[in-house]
């Protein structure tokens, strides 16, 4: 809850919505420096998602959020889609940090959100 942007604070999101995306509907992974969990990702293999990717704030641009990108996409493509998806807000540094890696703007969600899409490569 320490990250400044893209907030998972919704009244809409509980711990069980936590424990389901990682249990049940998907997986996630962390990163640990000084016995401290720095980053972590939570893919959906359900719906082919990326439903988090937090970097706490002052051990950004560390490569940590690339690391868990990669890990966490290569386990969305072995699970047999062929395009996944996420949405983020508007004008944030999470919309340049996927733009960078590949990702496409594919419209707006219902709540205002961006939301893109990356294609399985050839």
């Given at each position: 809850?320490?990250?400044?942007?893209?907030?998972?604070?919704?009244?809409?999101?509980?711990?069980?919505?936590?424990?389901?995306?990682?249990?049940?509907?998907?997986?996630?992974?962390?990163?640990?420096?000084?016995?401290?969990?720095?980053?972590?990702?939570?893919g959906n293999?359900?719906?082919?998602?990326?439903?988090?990717?937090?970097?706490?704030?002052?051990?950004?641009?560390?490569?940590?959020?690339?690391?868990?990108?990669?890990?966490?996409?290569?386990?969305?493509?072995?699970?047999?889609?062929?395009?996944?998806?996420?949405?983020?807000?508007?004008?944030?540094?999470?919309?340049r940090f996927?733009?960078?890696?590949?990702?496409?703007?594919?419209?707006?969600?219902?709540?205002?959100?961006?939301?893109?899409?990356?294609?399985?490569?050839?």
């Amino acid at each position: 809850m320490s990250v400044l942007e893209n907030r998972l604070v919704s009244r809409q999101l509980s711990e069980q919505d936590y424990l389901l995306e990682i249990e049940t509907t998907g997986r996630g992974w962390v990163v640990e420096r000084d016995g401290n969990i720095v980053a972590f990702a939570i893919g959906n293999a359900a719906n082919a998602s990326i439903w988090a990717l937090f970097v706490e704030p002052g051990q950004e641009r560390q490569g940590y959020g690339r690391q868990l990108h990669k890990v966490m996409v290569a386990w969305l493509w072995e699970h047999g889609h062929d395009r996944l998806w996420l949405t983020t807000e508007s004008g944030t540094r999470a919309s340049r940090f996927y733009e960078a890696a590949g990702w496409r703007l594919a419209g707006t969600s219902a709540d205002g959100e961006l939301r893109y899409e990356l294609r399985r490569p050839e």
